[in-house]
C-alpha cells in the first residue's frame, strides 16, 4: 500500500478524496438534488460512527461554494464533478 492510499484513508475532505487517483469513491451526489430539492427549514443526517456524513457535508459545500472574486465562475465545480451523477443533471 501506497504512502498516500496509507494517509488517505478515513479521509472526510471531498476534494482531496475525489482529486486521488489511489482512491475508491462511490457516487452519492444524485442525492445533492434531492437536498437541495427538498424544501424542510431544516434537514438531520444521522448515521453511525465512520458512516461518511463529513464526507456528503464537504461533497455539499464543494458542490454550492461561490468565489466571492467571480461569482458566476463554475469551473472548480466542473473539475471536480464532471465525472460524477450530478453532472448529468442540466438543472444544476
Not at 437541495?36 to 461554494?65: H, Q, Y
Request: glycine share 4%; with cysteine.
Amino acid at each position: 500500500m501506497s504512502e498516500t492510499l496509507s494517509n488517505d484513508i478515513g479521509t472526510e475532505y471531498f476534494e482531496k478524496f475525489i482529486q486521488n487517483a489511489e482512491t475508491y469513491y462511490v457516487d452519492k451526489t444524485r442525492f445533492i438534488k434531492e437536498a437541495i430539492d427538498n424544501t424542510v427549514a431544516c434537514a438531520l443526517f444521522t448515521r453511525p460512527r465512520r458512516f461518511g456524513k463529513t464526507l456528503w457535508m464537504t461533497t455539499l459545500k464543494s458542490f454550492l461554494e461561490i468565489d466571492p472574486k467571480h461569482p458566476g465562475n463554475t469551473s472548480k465545480q466542473d473539475k471536480l464533478f464532471k465525472d460524477l451523477d450530478i453532472y448529468k443533471e442540466k438543472d444544476f
